[in-house]
């Protein structure tokens, strides 16, 4: 059931409410049925205050607010061999039982059962927000500017979590605790030209920053990871904490000196073919590194357009930064020995840069020496088959999100009506050609590939991890041709 109501008074005074009744049959009894509703309220004061109707340079001037509640039940996307979930409609949470493996073997039929739980009780996802915002117009619409904050509290989302196989499953899908969102939205665009002989430049631009926070987790949990709630590799993760931002990825790293020169800590290791050489590697802690968040804090957007008589050239563009990214295909490209890291010291022995190597005296006190000399084996032994040494070091990987990129470029020519009427039923034409994607920066630290390239699967919420198991983003170039009858 649905219900929309709105008031308004004098062209200057809105008031907006909405309701919202669902039952969810594939949920429990007791919390199938919720209710959410949503209340808004706007004050045009360009309208309401008798002195700025008059006004030359204002236009339009309007502040609001609301506040809003959503519930949902958010599954996440069907996957093979995770949970429960691998059929959608009314049995999306039922068992499910597929065909055994070698089966049917001598007329004989078997099935197994899947390799997720569910939780008892599964709740719908709730989210509470709370928006207030200023719109202004001046000078016949040269100058219009927007901002807006808003809150959001999101409680009981639906995760997948790993767990021990001892139980007999492999994940669990759970309402995973409280997560807040709080950001500011700014906008602003200007017409500095416009002339009567038709030319016409305006430009505009957005500003994004958005923090979220992991405020709790359930069970008294102090770190969430799982299938396809959060992504996982051999030597980094995605996880939920408490206190932090989610995404946060957590990897494997070098152990450092704790002299404050904060240098690679380095090991002997024996060579096999020269026992009396002295070779040193890399020692890789034994515990995980929090890098940060993956998804973006901050998002500028851009834009320009300038048009002339039915000839129009415009562009986007996009700046994000405040986040990082781990590239898995760093580590294939080592492996394979095609990455550019594996042949910056001519696959020979090198000393490991802003390394050091610790003595301990006769009262167990550790110093640490810095290593000017000392060779770390080079080749596939060091880039691709000792893990511990570089492939299986997270850190290596990790490099700032941070792009600029040109969304999108076109050129339009709206043909005039005076020629497009001789050709009879042709009301009107024109014609446009494009590029998007065509250009794309990223910081130096990246040498891998475009930030937005993700090696998560659907369903996934696993931003910032990619992979060399899909097909890269790609510019793409086109032309259209629209004609009205």
Not at 175 to 187: I, P, Y
Not at 190 to 207: A, C, D, H, K
Not at 274 to 286: H, S
Not at 456 to 475: E, M, R, W
Request: hydrophobic share 35%.
């Amino acid at each position: 059931f649905y219900a929309d109501l709105t008031l308004g008074y004098k062209d200057f005074l809105y008031l907006h409410g909405s309701g919202r009744y669902d039952n969810i049959s594939i949920l429990d009894p007791a919390n199938r049925s919720f209710f959410y509703p949503g209340v808004d309220a706007s004050l045009v004061f360009s309208n309401a205050i008798p002195a700025l109707k008059d006004a030359s340079f204002l236009d339009y001037g309007k502040i609001r607010g609301g506040i809003t509640k959503v519930s949902a039940v958010n599954l996440p996307n069907s996957q093979t061999g995770f949970g429960v979930y691998n059929s959608s409609g009314a049995y999306a949470l039922s068992s499910t039982f597929s065909p055994g493996t070698g089966f049917p073997f001598g007329g004989l039929s078997s099935f197994t059962a899947n390799n997720g739980l569910v939780q008892p009780g599964l709740r719908p996802e709730t989210t509470v927000s709370f928006e207030t915002g200023l719109e202004l117009s001046f000078f016949k619409r040269r100058l219009s500017l927007g901002a807006t904050y808003y809150t959001q509290k999101s409680t009981d989302q639906t995760v997948t979590t790993t767990i021990t196989q001892a139980s007999g499953f492999g994940t669990l899908l759970i309402n995973a605790g409280e997560v807040s969102n709080k950001g500011v939205e700014l906008d602003l665009n200007i017409t500095p030209v416009r002339l009567e002989n038709g030319l016409t430049v305006s430009i505009g631009g957005n500003f994004n920053y958005n923090n979220n926070e992991v405020i709790s987790l359930p069970f008294g949990q102090i770190a969430l990871t799982g299938s396809s709630a959060v992504a996982v590799t051999n030597n980094a993760g995605l996880y939920a904490i408490p206190g932090q931002s989610f995404p946060a990825l957590l990897g494997t790293y070098y152990q450092r000196t704790t002299d404050g020169t904060n240098r690679v800590v380095m090991t002997r290791v024996p060579d096999a073919l020269n026992p009396t050489v002295e070779r040193y590697a890399p020692v890789r802690a034994p515990d995980l590194k929090n890098f940060g968040n993956t998804q973006p804090k901050y998002k500028y957007g851009f834009n320009a357009n300038i048009s002339y008589k039915g000839l129009t050239l415009a562009g986007q563009g996009e700046l994000r930064t405040g986040y990082v990214i781990y590239n898995t295909i760093g580590e294939n490209l080592d492996f394979t020995g095609s990455g550019i890291r594996s042949v910056q010291y001519g696959r020979q022995d090198f000393v490991y840069p802003n390394s050091a190597i610790p003595q301990t005296d006769a009262a167990g006190n550790t110093t640490y020496v810095a290593n000017i000399d000392k060779l770390t084996p080079g080749g596939s032994e060091f880039w691709a088959n000792t893990a511990a040494w570089n492939t299986g070091v997270a850190e290596n990987y990790v490099t700032s999100g941070t792009f600029f990129k040109i969304r999108e470029l076109s050129l339009s020519y709206a043909i005039p009506a005076a020629l497009t009427s001789k050709l009879g039923l042709i009301k009107g034409a024109s014609i446009n050609i494009f590029g998007r994607n065509i250009f794309t920066w990223v910081p130096k630290e990246n040498i891998y590939t475009d930030p937005e390239f993700s090696g998560t699967t659907a369903g996934s919420n696993a931003i910032g991890i990619n992979s060399y198991l899909q097909t890269p983003p790609t510019k793409f170039y086109g032309a259209t041709l629209n004609v009205s009858l």
